[in-house]
C-alpha cells in the first residue's frame, strides 16, 4: 500500500468511514489506471476519505499527463480527502456527479464508480462519458455482503445493466467486495 494510500486509509478511520476501497480493489485501480494512455483521463464517483484516489494515483506513478477528477458529495468526507497531498493533476471535487456527466458531457478512459449516483442511478450516464476502449469499474457487488433489501436490488440492477449493455463486455470477479470490470466497445465503421 503507498503512503498516500495509508494516509487516507487512516483518515477513514479516524473519520469513522468503513466504506473504503478495500486492498484487493485498490490493487486494481492501481492496474488499471497504470494503463491509461497517455494524456489520458480518470473519473472517481465517490472520492470518500481519498483511498481509492489513492491507489488511481499510486498505478500512475509519477506521471502527470493524466487528469484524475474524483468527485465527492458530502462534504465532510470530501473536506478529509482534500487535507492529503494530491498531485497538481488531480482535482477534487465537491457535489453530485450527474451535472459533470449530463453537462460537462467530460469522457474518460477509467471510471471507477464506486457511489449510488453514477452507480445505482445515472449509471447509462456513467456508461456514456467512458472513451471507445475506456474501462468502468463498480465495486461492492456481492449481494450476500449487504443485507437490506435496497442495496441487493440495487447491485442486481447495476449487474443486470452492464452484462446486457451492447456497448460493453463485461466481467464480474470475487475481488474484495465483488467488482464489475466492463471495457467499451470500440466504434467501428
Do not use: C
Not at 443486470?160 to 465483488?178: F, K, N, R
Amino acid at each position: 500500500m503507498s503512503d498516500l494510500a495509508q494516509a487516507a486509509l487512516e483518515r477513514a478511520r479516524a473519520a469513522e468511514f468503513a466504506y473504503s476501497s478495500d486492498p484487493e480493489v485498490g490493487r486494481v485501480l492501481a492496474m488499471l489506471s497504470a494503463r491509461v494512455p497517455i494524456g489520458g483521463r480518470i473519473l472517481e464517483i465517490g472520492t470518500g476519505t481519498g483511498v481509492g484516489l489513492a491507489w488511481l494515483v499510486d498505478g500512475l506513478r509519477g506521471r502527470t499527463d493524466v487528469a484524475v477528477t474524483s468527485i465527492e458529495v458530502d462534504p465532510s468526507l470530501a473536506a478529509v480527502a482534500a487535507e492529503l497531498d494530491w498531485p497538481p493533476h488531480v482535482e477534487l471535487i465537491t457535489g453530485d456527479v450527474l451535472p459533470l456527466l449530463t453537462e460537462r458531457r467530460d469522457t474518460f478512459d477509467l471510471i471507477f464508480a464506486d457511489a449510488p449516483s453514477g452507480k445505482w442511478t445515472n449509471l447509462d450516464a456513467t456508461i456514456r462519458a467512458l472513451h471507445p476502449l475506456g474501462q468502468l469499474l463498480v465495486d461492492d457487488m456481492t449481494p450476500s455482503r449487504w443485507l437490506d433489501e435496497q442495496h441487493r436490488a440495487a447491485t442486481a440492477a447495476v449487474r443486470t445493466a452492464l452484462e446486457a449493455h451492447a456497448d460493453l463486455v463485461s466481467v464480474e470477479m470475487s475481488v474484495g467486495t465483488g467488482i464489475i470490470l466492463s471495457t467499451k466497445r470500440a466504434v467501428t465503421g
